[in-house]
DNA sequence: TATGAATGAGACTTCATTCAT
DNA sequence: GATGAATGAAGTCTCATTCAT
């Protein structure tokens, strides 16, 4: 019924700990997903929600407890698949540059897929006060950033990749260059003429994905 | 009283055709645009704001209008100012690479001291249905693009730029790769060790600019 | 509970298609169409509604959806109940003359009941733009139109009413008389000596009633 | 400047007692009697009335003392001028009957200037607790009664009127006609096609004076 | 005389949540 | 397990009036 892949999700789930979703609560999170992405969460109401998704106003406290306890849960559900099969791409055999560009396409494929909520996490994350617990996320991204430094290093140490690059700051021009895209689509979509859903996917799978593993590689083996 | 440059304002205004801030509706938009980066748009109520600014709840409506009235005014008052100075820049003697350096430092200084308000309008402007009129923003975000390109074409022309670069691209990964770190400024700040809101601004100043800067050069003559 | 025919009621509501009010509801009406003719739509706040039917400020948006959707409500349900039942009167075998004392009878006992909301359709329904959708209240009106001008053709075929009459008219005077009496109501009070709330009803169902009747039946074989 | 018969006016006032209106004051006067016309005296703000009139929001309380005493104001200056020259018909030579037809064209013509006012004088003067104060109205309405009922009995006398009539209630029918036909002018507008502004009165000077006037004398000398 | 900034009160509506069923 | 009626709190905005200038 829905486009999640179930068994990541359950393996995450035990990660977690308890956390065990009904199809309707699934269902719920879809359509709360959305809405949030469309309208924050200060401006999603759970009138909103239940409306949509077309059930009792009260089962979301039902359900989930509270409307920020909503938030937590797709957080930790969607966020959490935001770890990269890295592993993999680090052990095939192919070079050092290569394994950037493998690595740089499934990022912008993830956090394409995961545009919505991660446009709310920045939002909220953000905050001097966030609403929710955000350890989740927290642990993820440097896992993720650890999981990089280690392969820059050792290309760096083979003497591949150059010594004066910033290589913390790297994540953050990969994914800045996705998210800034995405925040100005309505801008960029005129510039590169993409008219349709359709076209600015193909356009982010293709041309941005394209762009940032040149200036990744660039930046990796620029020498002044 | 404000640390804002009241004779830019003041041009801008030209530009824009009316507005008038008295001191007191300075006041309130600068308490406003602090709350609004903090709590967002939805999650800022106007009795917050009163509080704040410590003025009766009906001056923001008898000042603005409204609330979206008050971000619009806000977003127009500070978006405007962000038309950067890059004719003096192309126009000085240096080499192109010094230009884009310059160019890029200026960038980043700009949109630090407008990051509150530019989250905000990361978030309201790729909504489907925004709230307020970007079209001002929309405007000098084109602007922008368009006299960056011109730099960089003129570079290729002279050989110095490599003609793989997509021009278009380029903004969103300098202006990514500061956001991204400032949404995620909570993990990087661990990262980097910087536990003071002066230590962040002066890695945004220094560390960050330079690996911008770095990246951008990068691309630029890159020749796989 | 109520004095309201609920069974006319249910019939109407059938004829409007939707429309169930439970008891809560009725009670709200009720209330509410007292202070709406007593202090008018505008005048009318609902917190005083609230507080006058004893339930909380929120009930009136959560049953009805707001004040305006709330008097639509009232004037569909009240206005409704307006239809005259003219088809008996006309097909028993009294004599033209009977019948048209029996229909301004039964008209003056209607607007006498429903005199205070009509008083705020008069009050809205003349307003350029009027707040609210009164497409029920015309059809109805437009409907007893036609049924009395059948009625006065069919006399004057039989040669018991003048020619001369403006039928179109008939109704404004036999509605007039009565409104502008009530509109009036402290003058003529003190001109009749009706000093209690029974004594002004009495006075409408036989003096004025008599009136009236005596008036149109004049109009309706005066002969110049 | 005003289409306002000032000598009246000023005959009035001396009537009144004080009541010295300025050029500024009639232009507020005549705004508002308008504002308070389309949308009623709670409906009108005054800052409507500030905005229409072209001045500041605190001249209404500065001329009139308070949005209330504005309505007395125009109340007392409309009102009042709606004493009806009978006398003069009264005296002239005619017959009784053309008499009566005199008063109603006169009537007619008078309460159709002064319409919009009495809209407003129905809505509050017959609610329990009106705002201002209408001993005046009260006045008026008692002496044009007096007139006429001396002018009705002396034609009883004289043997041409039905004493069968009752005098009071023929006011009421006069203007009754009138006001239920603007109250609904909706309705009656499209069944006379009456689609203009100026179609309308003169329907009213012609048709609907005619019928008015038909109608009286149809009372007046009916005998069952 | 005339202004307009400023205010406290109150307008209507929607909020997230609870609780009896 | 699930509902929806009900609620108190808070939302934004407009109200008529005042007061210093």
Chains 1, 2, 3, 4 share one sequence.
Do not use: W
């Amino acid at each position: 019924m829905f486009d999640l892949n179930n068994c990541l999700i359950l393996c995450r789930i035990i990660d977690l700990g308890i956390m065990e979703l009904s199809e309707k609560q699934l269902h719920i999170i879809k359509v709360t997903e959305e809405l949030f992405a469309k309208n924050g969460f200060d401006g999603t109401s759970v009138r909103m929600i239940a409306k949509t998704a077309n059930i009792n106003i009260a089962m979301i406290s039902y359900y989930f407890g509270s409307k920020e306890k909503l938030l937590e849960t797709i957080v930790n559900y969607r966020i959490s698949n935001f770890k990269i099969e890295i592993d993999q791409v680090i052990s095939d055999g192919t070079s050092y540059l290569n394994k950037v560009d493998s690595i740089i396409a499934i990022i912008i494929k993830r956090i394409h897929k995961g545009r919505r909520i991660q446009k709310l996490v920045h939002f909220e994350f953000s905050r001097e006060n966030p609403k929710i617990d955000f350890s989740n996320y927290l642990k993820q991204k440097e896992e993720n950033l650890e999981l990089f430094r280690t392969l820059i290093e050792a290309g760096q140490k083979e003497g591949i990749f150059s010594k004066d690059v910033n290589i913390e700051l790297i994540i953050p021009t990969i994914l800045g260059s996705y998210f800034n895209l995405y925040y100005n689509k309505k801008i960029y979509s005129k510039v590169h003429g993409l008219f349709k859903e359709e076209d600015f996917d193909q356009f982010v799978f293709t041309t941005l994905t394209q762009h940032i593993q040149r200036t990744i590689k660039a930046i990796l083996t620029y020498e002044e």
